[in-house]
């Protein structure tokens, strides 16, 4: 399993990104995956998650402003990230595991598989 984020960058308060994880030897449609984040001297965080069948579910700080989506089709994991705000700078991850369902998703344990991260910066 190899998972490839892209799409973070620099933006101010307010703006917009969109995360893509890219999967390959793992079919994205068949499993739970998630997004966390890691902000320097905090411990990683789980920002939305994913079930086979397309549930999601968005911790309190995000919800509303950022959106979990997949593309079955070329196997890729998106992250759509609205109204930044400088809190939301991070380190962001994709994570996935061999379960459809994302019971316990928050917990970075339950996920055997991880992207090397794509860097958020939110300037106020």
């Known amino acids: 399993v190899h998972l490839v984020e892209s799409g973070g960058g620099s933006v101010q308060a307010g703006g917009s990104l969109r995360l893509s994880c890219a999967a390959s030897?793992?079919?994205?449609?068949?499993?739970?995956m998630g997004w966390f984040r890691q902000a320097p001297g905090k411990e990683r965080e789980g920002v939305a998650t994913?079930?086979?069948?397309?549930?999601?579910t968005y911790a309190d700080s995000v919800k509303g402003r950022f959106t979990i989506s997949k593309d079955d089709a070329n196997n890729t994991l998106y992250l759509q990230m609205n109204s930044l705000k400088p809190d939301d700078s991070a380190m962001y991850f994709c994570?996935?595991?061999?379960?459809?369902?994302?019971?316990?998703?928050?917990?970075?344990?339950?996920?055997?598989?991880w992207g090397q991260g794509t860097q958020v910066i939110v300037s106020s």
């Open positions: 030897g793992y079919n994205i449609s068949n499993y739970c």
């Open positions: 994570a996935a595991r061999l379960e459809r369902f994302c019971s316990d998703g928050y917990s970075p344990t339950r996920y055997p598989y």
């Open positions: 994913r079930d086979w069948y397309g549930g999601a």
